[in-house]
């Protein structure tokens, strides 16, 4: 379940950008090579800096400069900061800031690309990065993983892609090679228009990776995102490119207290695909009860950030009030999504296997309760909710919280959506021809995903949808059906005004389970898909608003969680 509108086309791109991922052999290196950076700068007496020509846009790019290319007038203009750097072809002055300075040698063009002497634009960029003219490799100081991520960027963004792969390390080879890049750089070039210059750099890093954070300015309204992991020997481990660009326009909400509690980042799981994530402990002394939040569809990070919304980090903290604690974890679509992309990748690879691992970690991790372990899972990752209820099984599960879980299939849900959609533009008055397309194609595909003939052993050739296997193991999954045959008891929550799984659902819960006598329900008039309040009918378009989960769904799962054992 998408959670961005249109909510069909974030499940085609999201679909994809999984198919582009595909494991493939490992592309040789480029012309640039990365692993050069270990040996730092080259120096002016190594070089002869004042004479060396470096390639000028790879190097600007490097630094976070903007290329611009005048070709009636033969000149090369570059934007940092506040300076602006022009230079022409064939001659050995330039102007900054309109002050025109000396270059040493006249700028070149060779093989379509301009080159300028290496000390002007270490200078004028204020760069640290140098050229090897001799081996033609571009050589980055150890640990400057902005340039080494702008580096990869603009080799792949100019088509280089033998020399982007080069800067990969050997695990993400084998799972993203060059003509993979190929496509990639297309499909975003077809959606933005091209990518002309970089906005702005950042930096984080998690228990996992050192994180990039690349913006670039396209010739769309919206900018290009990309981040950019590494290993801690300053290798890219993977790439994250969102499938649209968002805001962060989230507030804390003001049950957020931050005295009330303490946050720790944690590993989950070890390896190649191991997850970053926090653990939010109660201030007061524990073991405490402890939840498993478990996201939705599409690669969501720790807080589930939708918009202006982070449910799971509004639920972390106000349990946290409440004296439970939270693990939250980002997602293995997103933290690795070239890596974790295979041509079987499942629902239990996607959400199941790290979930029911989560569980079994908290078993043995100080200051928590090991007897009162709970799971909550929302949309998507509430339909899975039973199985992970069936998956751990050397620990105990005190229960589970299913948020806006639908009971019927993945496929029928997301049909289910599209109406939606076109049910409420007719309503308002609104052109809907693409939305009939859409729906039109979604019935297509469903046809297409629930006829017998076709298997995991046997995928449909015709199915619109990148990674057929994962739609092929999921179809006609029925999450009350499983949830029948148990009995850990739960808690499901539905918000009464959610455009993504709606409201009857929680009544076909409710009929699937009435046998049972350990299942709690609650309907919140207003909630929408990320429980949050909206006054008018909701479509999604909400979500870019700043919303907060209210407080009474905090107390109520709160209240569940302590008096259930």
């Given at each position: ?54 390639p000028?846009?790879l ?18 203009t ?40 290496l ?87 998690n ?31 993977d ?36 997850l ?33 919304s ?34 079987a ?48 099984k ?5 229960g589970?919280?299913v948020?806006?879980?639908?009971t ?16 409420v ?44 296997y ?13 949830a ?36 709690e ?28 989960t ?16």
């Open positions: 379940m998408k959670k961005h509108l249109p909510i069909w086309q974030s499940a085609v791109i999201a679909s994809m950008l999984l198919a582009g991922a595909v494991p493939a052999a490992a592309a040789s290196a480029g012309t640039v090579n990365a692993e050069t950076a270990a040996a730092g700068p080259v120096s002016a007496s190594d070089t002869n800096a004042a004479t060396v020509l470096a000028l846009r190097v600007s790019e490097t630094a976070g400069a903007k290329v611009a290319w005048n070709n009636e007038e033969r000149t090369v570059l934007s940092l900061g506040s300076d602006t750097i022009t230079l022409a072809i064939g001659k050995s002055t330039a102007l900054i800031n309109d002050k025109e300075v000396e270059l040493g040698a006249a700028v070149q063009i060779k093989d379509d690309k301009t080159f300028v002497p000390n002007f634009l270490t200078e004028a960029l204020h760069t640290a990065v140098s050229w090897d003219p001799q081996n033609g490799k571009l050589i980055i100081p150890k640990g400057d993983l902005k340039a080494a991520a702008s580096a990869f960027a603009s080799h792949w963004l100019q088509g280089e892609n033998e020399s982007a792969v080069s800067y990969f390390n050997s695990d993400l080879k084998k799972s993203l090679n060059a003509n993979q890049l190929t496509y990639i750089s297309q499909y975003y070039t077809n959606m933005y228009g091209p990518i002309t210059g970089q906005l702005g750099a950042g930096t984080t890093s228990s996992v990776h050192e994180n990039v954070y690349l913006t670039y300015e396209t010739q769309s309204t919206l900018p290009f995102q990309m981040t950019v992991r590494f290993d801690k020997q300053d290798r890219i481990d790439l994250y490119i969102p499938p649209y660009y968002s805001p962060d326009t989230y507030r804390k909400p003001s049950y957020d207290d931050s005295g009330a509690y303490v946050e720790k980042e944690v590993t989950l799981g070890e390896g190649r695909l191991a970053p994530g926090t653990l939010t402990l109660p201030s007061k002394p524990g073991p405490h009860p402890v939840v498993v939040l478990v996201h939705g569809s599409g690669a969501n990070d720790r807080d589930e950030s939708i918009g202006g982070k449910l799971f980090r509004d639920m972390a903290v106000g349990l946290a009030a409440q004296g439970i604690a939270t693990l939250r974890y980002e997602k293995v679509t997103r933290e690795h999504p070239f890596k974790s992309a295979t041509p990748f499942t629902v239990q690879d996607e959400t199941v296997a790290d979930a029911v691992y989560a569980v079994n970690q908290l078993a043995k991790t100080e200051g928590i309760d090991p007897q009162r372990i709970f799971v909550a899972g929302h949309s998507q990752g509430g339909m899975v909710v039973p199985r992970v209820i069936d998956g751990v050397d620990v105990k599960l005190a589970a919280v948020l806006a879980g639908p019927n299939s993945i496929e029928d849900v997301v049909l289910e959506q599209s109406k939606y959609q076109l049910e533009s007719r309503e308002r008055g609104l052109d809907t021809s693409i939305l009939e397309q859409q729906v039109a194609f979604w019935e297509q595909q469903l046809k297409l995903i629930k006829d017998p003939q076709y298997s995991v052993d046997n995928l449909p050739k015709d199915l619109a949808l990148s990674n057929a994962w739609w092929m193991d999921f179809r006609n999954y029925s999450a009350s059906e499983i029948k045959k148990q009995d850990k008891p739960m808690l499901i929550l539905q918000g009464d005004n959610d455009a993504q799984v709606l409201a009857y659902h929680l009544d076909k819960w409710k009929e699937a389970l009435k046998d049972r006598t350990n299942v329900y609650k309907l919140y008039p207003k909630l929408n898909h990320v429980f949050a309040e909206v006054d008018e009918k909701s479509t999604g378009a909400e979500y870019n608003e700043p919303a907060n209210p407080a009474s769904v905090i107390k109520d799962i709160a209240d569940w969680v302590k008096k259930t054992k």
